[in-house]
């Protein structure tokens, strides 16, 4: 190939899937036109096949793993010197051994990772059989998104995906099979676990509630896992039989063999894991909203159909405001758009009665440093109900639901559904998506969004009757609030000094001020590092005590209400 086009044009086959989808947005930023094949229209061009692969200088192959073998021996043979065949499969030994015959250049690629919001920082594999200019312009594209490229062999990529995918994947199917015939739900274990086994539990829920199919293919095709996991039941076998005759020394002493294999790289994950832990209940897998139009005086609120979007209505109707509604994935996003003036304000969650305080709501708070504060508050009775496709609760395997949500109603789903899998997501919207598309599976929301599709199967299910919700309304430079009942401080000290902060309560008292809540956040900066989240009631020597607070500490004031 004597001239490679700086910009080839690139064919993704089954480019309406999530990789096809994040790669084509990342190629066509980058100045690349992009083809794609698929089964359905959604408004672009869709070529076939056969098109595509005649069009395309560079095509990629990302198909379910079970379709792959079949997809390429028919691209194969049609496929020119000057192009160059990619893939992006779980295993490689097997598509790279079927993509050699093709003329083309040859490069199995295994990205490692699913829907994410950017691939800075993210893995991805190259098994090169046959490199040429197109894969140079390819990597230095993909290193240009901020890929970490690992270039392997094929046989040593499977060994390697054995380990890391298959053996943790049914690691995670084997303890959630031990919770199944012990007829103890997660979410009971989750919430009387460490925090190393409700990693444990999240990840094996993550899994879980993702493709199985595709995990069982990973496993099944890779010839690599079966020998892997054989090894893994010999070693479990050897454990058991170690606890059965209680042979204390030998449990040591495969435990320090261990210890000793990972060496100083503990450290490491003492460090990275204390990071995870401090910020445990934030919800860890996170789907982006689809974009909409957000006029300026839009109200941000956290997704569509949730409780934070009751609120927000009710909070509207109260004041007779007509602001639209604009729904926001995550809370960060929701103070991103307000600062950046994209809504005029928004309304998030502060506290609830059963679970405590929220929070992201005060990390983003602090995090402003002022520039949004709290101008009003108000409190929402919160009743969660139970909401499906199915007609009987004895159908339903799987329960999506927020955090909170799920540990509000903890008491009914381990009375009710002590062997129902409940999968974590970032809100409630989100929940009701997926009861809405997955058989034998719920949502925990409000039961105002049930439909003629899903119907609710109970009501009420919170263990509370007096579980309630304190939303803030927070802005950017809002006007003083007049008659306000309290004011909000987040305060951290410069040095750590043994009685800081007995002396910061001391200029409270000199000054009569009565602090309705004191409460230490941590800042998920830096493991130890936090600020204190106050709430005083609202005085006219206020400023005078924060004058005071403001010569041994930093003051953020968060706003009056």
């Known amino acids: 190939?004597?001239?490679?086009?700086?910009?080839?044009?690139?064919?993704?086959?089954?480019?309406?899937?999530?990789?096809?989808?994040?790669?084509?947005?990342?190629?066509?930023?980058?100045?690349?036109?992009?083809?794609?094949?698929?089964?359905?229209?959604?408004?672009?061009?869709?070529?076939?096949?056969?098109?595509?692969?005649?069009?395309?200088?560079?095509?990629?192959?990302?198909?379910?793993?079970?379709?792959?073998?079949?997809?390429?021996?028919?691209?194969?043979?049609?496929?020119?010197?000057?192009?160059?065949?990619?893939?992006?499969?779980?295993?490689?030994?097997?598509?790279?051994?079927?993509?050699?015959?093709?003329?083309?250049?040859?490069?199995?690629?295994?990205?490692?990772?699913?829907?994410?919001?950017?691939?800075?920082?993210?893995?991805?594999?190259?098994?090169?059989?046959?490199?040429?200019?197109?894969?140079?312009?390819?990597?230095?594209?993909?290193?240009?998104?901020?890929?970490?490229?690992?270039?392997?062999?094929?046989e040593k990529h499977d060994e390697l995906a054995a380990l890391h995918q298959s053996a943790t994947h049914l690691l995670s199917l084997t303890f959630a099979a031990l919770l199944q015939k012990s007829k103890i739900s997660p979410a009971k274990i989750f919430e009387i676990a460490s925090p190393s086994a409700q990693l444990f539990l999240l990840t094996t829920g993550r899994i879980l509630g993702q493709n199985l199919e595709m995990y069982a293919d990973i496993s099944l095709i890779n010839k690599k896992t079966a020998p892997k996991i054989r090894e893994l039941a010999k070693i479990l076998d050897e454990l058991a039989s170690a606890l059965e005759t209680k042979n204390r020394k030998k449990l040591i002493a495969n435990f320090e063999a261990a210890a000793k294999f990972f060496g100083k790289w503990s450290e490491f994950a003492n460090t990275e894991s204390g990071r995870i832990f401090e910020d445990l209940t934030a919800p860890i897998s996170v789907k982006k909203i689809a974009p909409v139009k957000i006029a300026p005086n839009s109200v941000a609120m956290l997704g569509k159909n949730t409780q934070t979007e009751l609120a927000a209505r009710e909070f509207l109707a109260r004041r007779k405001l007509k602001n639209p509604l604009a729904p926001f994935a995550t809370n960060t996003e929701i103070f991103t758009a307000v600062t950046a003036k994209k809504a005029q304000f928004g309304i998030v969650p502060l506290e609830n009665s059963s679970v405590g305080l929220v929070r992201e709501t005060l990390l983003n708070l602090f995090e402003s440093n002022g520039k949004i504060r709290i101008f009003a508050e108000f409190e929402r009775k919160?009743?969660?109900?139970?909401?499906?496709?199915?007609?009987?609760?004895?159908?339903?395997?799987?329960?999506?639901?927020?955090?909170?949500?799920?540990?509000?109603?903890?008491?009914?789903?381990?009375?009710?559904?002590?062997?129902?899998?409940?999968?974590?997501?970032?809100?409630?919207?989100?929940?009701?998506?997926?009861?809405?598309?997955?058989?034998?599976?719920?949502?925990?929301?409000?039961?105002?969004?049930?439909?003629?599709?899903?119907?609710?199967?109970?009501?009420?299910?919170?263990?509370?009757?007096?579980?309630?919700?304190?939303?803030?309304?927070?802005?950017?430079?809002?006007?003083?609030?007049?008659?306000?009942?309290?004011?909000?401080?987040?305060?951290?000290?410069?040095?750590?000094?043994?009685?800081?902060?007995?002396?910061?309560?001391?200029?409270?008292?000199?000054?009569?001020?009565?602090?309705?809540?004191?409460?230490?956040?941590?800042?998920?900066?830096?493991?130890?590092?936090?600020?204190?989240?106050?709430?005083?009631?609202r005085a006219k020597n206020l400023p005078v005590a924060l004058t005071q607070l403001q010569k041994i500490a930093n003051v953020v004031e968060l706003g009056s209400y």
């Not at 086959?13 to 990789?19: A, E, H, M, N, P």
């Not at 599976?441 to 919170?462: C, G, P, Q, W």
């Not at 750590?496 to 004191?518: E, S, T, V, W, Y």
């Open 1 to 154: 190939m004597k001239n490679a086009p700086q910009h080839p044009v690139i064919g993704i086959v089954g480019g309406r899937g999530i990789l096809g989808k994040i790669f084509r947005a990342n190629f066509e930023t980058a100045g690349f036109k992009v083809l794609i094949s698929g089964r359905k229209p959604d408004g672009r061009e869709i070529l076939s096949t056969k098109e595509l692969v005649k069009k395309a200088d560079i095509v990629i192959v990302s198909v379910f793993l079970k379709d792959t073998e079949q997809v390429l021996k028919e691209i194969v043979p049609k496929m020119r010197a000057n192009q160059l065949l990619a893939d992006f499969t779980s295993v490689k030994e097997m598509p790279v051994k079927i993509m050699r015959a093709a003329k083309s250049e040859v490069v199995g690629l295994h990205p490692m990772f699913g829907e994410v919001a950017s691939l800075r920082g993210k893995n991805i594999f190259a098994v090169v059989a046959r490199g040429g200019k197109l894969w140079k312009i390819l990597r230095q594209n993909l290193a240009n998104f901020g890929l970490k490229i690992h270039e392997v062999s094929a």
């Open 382 to 537: 919160i009743e969660h109900a139970l909401i499906s496709r199915e007609s009987k609760i004895s159908a339903i395997e799987k329960v999506f639901a927020h955090p909170q949500a799920a540990a509000q109603s903890a008491k009914f789903l381990t009375r009710k559904l002590p062997h129902a899998e409940i999968v974590t997501v970032e809100n409630a919207g989100r929940a009701l998506e997926l009861a809405h598309t997955s058989p034998n599976s719920a949502a925990i929301t409000a039961a105002e969004f049930a439909d003629t599709e899903v119907r609710v199967l109970a009501h009420n299910i919170e263990d509370s009757a007096e579980n309630a919700t304190r939303f803030v309304a927070i802005g950017r430079n809002f006007p003083s609030v007049k008659n306000a009942q309290k004011s909000a401080i987040a305060f951290f000290f410069r040095e750590n000094r043994a009685g800081q902060l007995a002396a910061a309560l001391n200029i409270f008292a000199a000054q009569k001020i009565n602090l309705a809540r004191l409460e230490s956040i941590p800042t998920a900066k830096k493991r130890g590092e936090f600020f204190f989240f106050v709430e005083a009631e």
